[in-house]
């Protein structure tokens, strides 16, 4: 279904002229049509790069894990790889905060070589879905029930990984157990605003400079008090977060 066929048929047709008349604008008209169209995202532009045979081996691997429940969030994970990828010379470990069943790190350590690596990844979750006395703050585009038990397969999903370190617990308690002095890449994917400020102020003083940090729903939509709260803590320390088409929004530490 075309994501045109939400809007009424006036605004449809509006938004057809208008982009029928960018597009004729280019010295050759084009046949256009979605290149891809998921995940609240739809584009007409190149998308190649999110089917390219390296990426597609290593999503399948996360796909697996069974992390996104059926969902392909293609183009989110793509993101993450190229951050991931981005700060593999930048001094640090990886750290991700909100892990589930390790989709996005799974399809990630598979475009690193991680197997050989050098640098530790640390994952940091629950392993059991949001933590009770938090489940009041979750953000209103997400069902607080949507996480089960998955500690045990989360270990067996990283056992060929020596520099792996799964860590179990409730953010910002269970932070100090992250022993990385520096870190190259923050992930924060918790689904609510309070863990992930948090976990964003204990690793700022540890991110490296080229360090960035992604954050799955900073724009996502239902997810307003988290952009709100991440807003408010680039204001307070002069930096400007990048939003993408995706939802996600990016920094990078200077
Ligand atoms: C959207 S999922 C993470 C998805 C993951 N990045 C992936 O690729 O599949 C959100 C996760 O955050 C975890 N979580 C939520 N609040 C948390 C908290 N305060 N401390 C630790 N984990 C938390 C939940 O247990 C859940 O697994």
């Known amino acids: 279904m075309s994501v045109l066929s939400f809007l009424p048929e006036s605004s449809r047709i509006r938004l057809r002229r208008r982009l029928l008349k960018r597009l004729n604008a280019i010295d050759k008209p ?57 700060t593999r010379d930048v001094p640090g470990d990886y750290v991700e905060c909100g892990v589930n069943r390790g989709g996005m790190a799974r399809t990630q350590m598979e475009m690193l070589d991680f197997q050989t690596s050098e640098k530790w990844y640390w994952l940091v979750d629950t392993y059991q879905g949001f933590p009770e006395e938090q489940k009041a703050l979750v953000s209103r585009g997400m069902s607080v029930d949507n996480y089960g038990e998955c500690y045990d397969d989360v270990l067996k999903t990283f056992a060929p990984f020596p520099k792996v370190r799964v860590v179990r617990g409730a953010v910002p308690e269970i932070l100090p157990e992250v022993k990385a002095e520096q870190v190259c890449y923050l992930s924060l994917d918790m689904n609510s605003a309070e863990p992930e400020l948090a976990a964003l102020r204990y690793f700022w003083p540890r991110l490296s400079r080229g360090a960035l940090v992604l954050m799955d729903d900073y724009a996502y939509i239902g997810f307003e008090r988290q952009k709100k709260a991440l807003d408010d803590f680039a204001s307070e320390h002069g930096i400007v977060i990048l939003g993408l088409a995706t939802g996600q929004g990016l920094i990078v530490k200077n």
């Open 30 to 86: 084009l046949d256009w049509k979605w290149t891809f169209n998921d995940d609240g995202v739809a584009t007409i532009h190149n998308t190649d790069f999110l089917h390219e045979p390296a990426f597609n081996r290593a999503f399948e691997l996360g796909m697996k894990t069974d992390s996104w429940k059926g969902a392909e969030p293609r183009f989110r994970v793509y993101t993450a790889c190229w951050a991931a990828l981005q």
